[in-house]
C-alpha cells in the first residue's frame, strides 16, 4: 500500500530485516493499548494536568501522521516496511523556530471537534507545555507503551515530556553540547584540548596572538543561551512548575561565563555570525580551532554545510568550571513525538511511536541527530564511526554528555531564544557586553515569562 503523503503549512528544509526483539517491542505496545482502551471504553477524550485519559471509541482507518522535513524519511520507511498499514503523511513545518503552527491547528481542531493527527513530531522540546492543558496529548505511560521500552531512554530524555508525574511525549532525538576541534591543526600548533573554561579562554587569547583570524567558537546564534549559558549553571531559566519559574542572571555561575563571552568576542576568536549565515560559511568556517556545540554539529555543519574535509575533526567534551566538581552540558535542540488522546486508532499509532522512536532502521541507520533511546544511540555511534570521516573517538565524548545536561535550566512556552535575539544580540552588535546586558536580559525574560502566563520569581 502507498502512503498518502501531503504537506500543510511551512515546509523546512532496501528493504527491512524486522528482527524478533523489535517485533516483540511492537506487539506488547498493541497488547497494553488493547487492554487500555478495552478497560477505559469509548467516550470523549479529556487529558488535562488533573485529569484522566479515556480513549475515544476505537474505529480504526488511516493513521494520520505529521512531520517535518527531516523526519518525513522515517515515515515513509514505515510505511515500506508495514504496507499493511494505512497511512496518510503529512508535511508540516515541525514549528521550527517556535512557528507555534501545531499549536494554532489544535485550537482549531479542539473548537470543530475534528482534524487532529494521530502521531506528530515536533521539533520543539516544549509542547507539553500548552498540548497537555489543551486535551491533545495522550498519557503514554499508563499503558500505550511499554514501561520496559521506556526504560531504554537517557537520563533525563524524556524530562521534558514529564508533566506532574505523566510521560506525555516521547523525545526523538538529543542535542547534548560537547566541544568539536580541529585535531590536525590543535597538533600542528601544540595545544591540548582544554578541559576547563578558564583553560579554554586563556587558549582563545593565545589564538588570538599566535593565529589571528582563527576561532575557538561562535556566539552568533539565537541558542547562544542554551549553548554557554546552561552548561554554566546560570539560572535563567529555571522551570520550577508548569506555570512558574525562577530567573537569576546575576550569580557568578552567569557572569563567569559572561565575562568569558566578552573577552573572546573583544578579541575576535569569538565569532558573532550565524553557524548557518552564508558569511560564516564563506569567512569563517575554514578558520574553526574549536566550537562548542550540540551533537548535530558534526553531520549538519562539519559534514553538510562546512563540506570539512575528513580525518579533521575530532570530539571532546564540554570543559568544566575549575571550581565544578563535574562536567556539565547544555543543548541545542532536539525533537518529540507527541501521540493524540483524540485517536480512534491507539493501536497503530503507539506502534509508530514505538517504532519511530527505537527502531535501528531508522533511528541508528537514518536520523541526523543523537537518538534519545540509549540502544539505537549506541548503533547511530558505530555508523558515524564507521563513516571513517571523524578522527579519535567520538563516541565518548557524546555519551557522557548524554548524561551531562544540566537539569536547571527547563522548557518553558516562551522562547529564551527570542528573549536572547531581541534583547541581547542587538546590543552586542552595538558594542555592550555581555556582563552589562545580565540585567536586561532578565527583565526581559521575566517579562516573557509573565506573557506566557507564568509566575515569575527574580533573584
Wanted: aromatic share 10%.
Amino acid at each position: 500500500m502507498t502512503a498518502k503523503v501531503r504537506a500543510v503549512g511551512a515546509n523546512t528544509p532496501n528493504r527491512t530485516r524486522a528482527g524478533r526483539r523489535r517485533t516483540g517491542m511492537l506487539a506488547a505496545a498493541g497488547a497494553l493499548v488493547l487492554a487500555t482502551v478495552a478497560a477505559c471504553g469509548g467516550g470523549s477524550s479529556t487529558n488535562g494536568s488533573h485529569g484522566g485519559f479515556k480513549p475515544v471509541k476505537q474505529t480504526g482507518g488511516a493513521l494520520t501522521v505529521w512531520v517535518d522535513a527531516s523526519r518525513m524519511d522515517a515515515a515513509k520507511l514505515y510505511q515500506r516496511q508495514h504496507p499493511d498499514v494505512k497511512m496518510n503523511i503529512v508535511s508540516y513545518d515541525g514549528d521550527a523556530n517556535g512557528s507555534n503552527y501545531l499549536r494554532t491547528k489544535v485550537s482549531l481542531f479542539n473548537r470543530t471537534h475534528k482534524g487532529w493527527p494521530d502521531v506528530v513530531f515536533s521539533s520543539q522540546n516544549n509542547e507539553t507545555t500548552w498540548a497537555v492543558d489543551a486535551g491533545f496529548t495522550a498519557p503514554l505511560d499508563k499503558g500505550l507503551i511499554p514501561q520496559s521500552t521506556l526504560a531504554g531512554w537517557a537520563k533525563g530524555a524524556n524530562a521534558p515530556c514529564t508533566v506532574n508525574g505523566t510521560l506525555y511525549c516521547l523525545r526523538n532525538d538529543l542535542a547534548q553540547t560537547v566541544l568539536w576541534y580541529n585535531a590536525p591543526l590543535m597538533k600542528q600548533w601544540g595545544y591540548q584540548v582544554p578541559q576547563t573554561w578558564e583553560q579554554y579562554q586563556a587558549l582563545g587569547q593565545k589564538v588570538a596572538t599566535e593565529h589571528p583570524g582563527y576561532l575557538v567558537g561562535s556566539a552568533g546564534d539565537t541558542w547562544a543561551p542554551e549553548l554557554y549559558m546552561w552548561p554554566s549553571k546560570c539560572g535563567a531559566n529555571q522551570i520550577t512548575g508548569p506555570k512558574a519559574v525562577t530567573v537569576s542572571t546575576g550569580s557568578a555561575n552567569c557572569t563567569r561565563m559572561a565575562s568569558l563571552l566578552d573577552t573572546l568576542i573583544k578579541n575576535k576568536t569569538m565569532s558573532m555570525s550565524s553557524v548557518f549565515s552564508s558569511d560564516f560559511d564563506k569567512n569563517e568556517a575554514s578558520k574553526i580551532l574549536m566550537l562548542p556545540g550540540p551533537s548535530w554539529f558534526g553531520g549538519a555543519l562539519f559534514q553538510g554545510s562546512f563540506k570539512t574535509p575528513a580525518h579533521q575533526i575530532a570530539v571532546a567534551p564540554l570543559p568544566k568550571w575549575s571550581s565544578d566538581s563535574g562536567g556539565t552540558a547544555g543543548n541545542v535542540g532536539g525533537g518529540t513525538w507527541l501521540l493524540s488522546a483524540h485517536s480512534a486508532n491507539l493501536k497503530a499509532a503507539a506502534a509508530f511511536l514505538t517504532w519511530v522512536t527505537t527502531s535501528d532502521d531508522y533511528q541508528a541507520k537514518l536520523a541526523p541527530g543523537y537518538p534519545a533511546y540509549s540502544a539505537a544511540a549506541k548503533n547511530w555511534l558505530a555508523k558515524q564511526a564507521s563513516s571513517d570521516y571523524f578522527t579519535g573517538d567520538i563516541a565518548a565524548p557524546l555519551q557522557a554528555a548524554a548524561d551531562q545536561v544540566w537539569p536547571g535550566w527547563g522548557y518553558g512556552q516562551f522562547s529564551q531564544e527570542a528573549v536572547w535575539a531581541a534583547t541581547v544580540t542587538p546590543q552586542l552588535t552595538a558594542g555592550k557586553s555581555i556582563v552589562s546586558l545580565l540585567p536586561a536580559w532578565q527583565t526581559a525574560i521575566a517579562n516573557y515569562a509573565r506573557a506566557a502566563g507564568y509566575k515569575v520569581t527574580t533573584q
